[in-house]
């Protein structure tokens, strides 16, 4: 599902009703109502779906990754916002149009971004053991 990040204030999060467990810093910014969880990143991608499915998360992520890796192929910039599956009050999970029974797994930004961050540097991997 695709939606304007502009509209998905911190204030939709009602963390305290809902019983979301969310670090203090994450508290902090989610009182002010000046903060927008999706840094105003003009869309949002919300992939979600059925609680019922055994493998949902593997399946998100790997959908997940797909578009984000589409995503740069096409100059655009990604993130995934872990934060925004939180998302537990009603009106705002009807304004998303999530169904019942459904779950966000990858909330994830995207736009044109302002710079492209270098590469962070890579290590060799550490094998631990050969079996043959």
């Not at 509209?7 to 969310?22: C, E, G, T």
């Not at 840094?39 to 493998?55: E, H, L, R």
Request: net charge neutral; with cysteine; aromatic share 10%.
């Amino acid at each position: 599902m695709l939606f304007p990040a502009s509209i998905v204030p911190a204030r939709l999060f009602d963390y305290a009703k809902n019983k979301i467990s969310l670090l203090p810093q994450y508290i902090d910014f989610l009182k002010d109502e000046n903060f927008n969880v999706f840094y105003n990143a003009p869309c949002v991608i919300f992939i979600i779906g059925s609680k019922s499915v055994k493998s949902l998360d593997v399946d998100c992520a790997l959908a997940a990754s797909y578009i984000m890796f589409s995503a740069i192929e096409r100059g655009l910039g990604t993130c995934w916002i872990n934060l925004g599956s939180n998302i537990r009050d009603p009106q705002s999970r009807a304004l998303l149009a999530i169904p019942e029974g459904c779950r966000i797994v990858a909330p994830i930004i995207i736009g044109y971004p302002k710079e492209i961050p270098p590469a962070s540097e890579r290590h060799a991997p550490e094998i631990l053991r050969v079996i043959s």
